[in-house]
């Protein structure tokens, strides 16, 4: 059964920084494209960005509004994924979901970016 | 910046059909957009449902199905069902970045 699992998330102040991760199972991870995608309380889903697999080079992409400030990472060697995000900002603030290639959705986690 | 567009609501009576739809900003959206399409129910995950225009995952209903039409992205619903009540996003691929359309919350009534 595959299975993502966000982690991390919590209360921040502006301008601090953050780490999530996603714990992958139940599939190759190493072959998986992986996907962040947030969601503001009561809005639309956004596009955060996506890292390829290390043997589709390993490649990242981003969102216009947060190139920048987030970093998406992988351990293939832990099945886990990670985004990164710097210099938080209220409007950062959502619920973080991981995706897969093939399809699957973590649970999200959320993250409240308030003084 | 650019922006993807999908119709904000849509009522539909259960057994009958609805198509929703997905424009680009950027012109006609064609397969080189990889449209993908994701049901979303209140307090719940987004699901995939259908990616690459028309190809389904392994849990999505036959009643649902993608295409292209004329110009933009389609998502039909054939037979709706009552549990097809909820938010429906597409999403298209510009080079590496993706961009969400905004949304259709599809109504059973």
């Known amino acids: 059964e595959v299975q993502l699992v966000e982690s991390g998330g919590g209360l921040v102040t502006p301008g601090g920084s953050l780490r999530l991760s996603c714990a992958a199972s139940?599939?190759?991870?190493?072959?998986?494209?992986m996907t962040w995608v947030r969601q503001a309380p009561g809005k639309g889903l956004e596009w955060v960005g996506r890292i390829k697999s290390k043997i589709d080079g390993g490649t990242t992409d981003y969102a216009a509004p947060v190139k920048g400030r987030f970093t998406i990472s992988r351990d293939d060697s832990k099945n886990t994924l990670y985004l990164q995000i710097y210099s938080l900002k209220i409007e950062d603030t959502a619920v973080y979901y991981c995706?897969?290639?093939?399809?699957?959705w973590g649970q999200g986690t959320l993250v409240t970016v308030s003084s | 910046q650019t922006v993807v567009t999908q119709e904000p609501s849509l009522t539909v009576s259960p057994g009958g059909t609805v198509t929703l739809t997905c424009a680009s900003s950027t012109g006609a959206v064609t397969s080189g957009h990889y449209p993908s399409w994701f049901q979303q129910k209140p307090g719940q995950a987004p699901r995939a449902l259908i990616y690459?225009?028309?190809n389904k995952h392994s849990w999505t209903p036959a009643r649902f199905s993608g295409s292209l039409l004329g110009g933009k992205a389609a998502l039909t619903l054939s037979g709706v069902q009552p549990e097809d009540e909820a938010d429906y996003y597409c999403?298209?691929?510009?080079?590496?970045?993706?961009?969400f359309g905004g949304g259709t919350k599809v109504t059973v009534l």
């Open positions: 999403l298209l691929y510009y080079g590496g970045a993706g961009v």
């Open positions: 995706t897969t290639s093939r399809g699957y």
């Open positions: 690459s225009t028309g």
């Open positions: 139940g599939f190759t991870f190493s072959d998986a494209w």
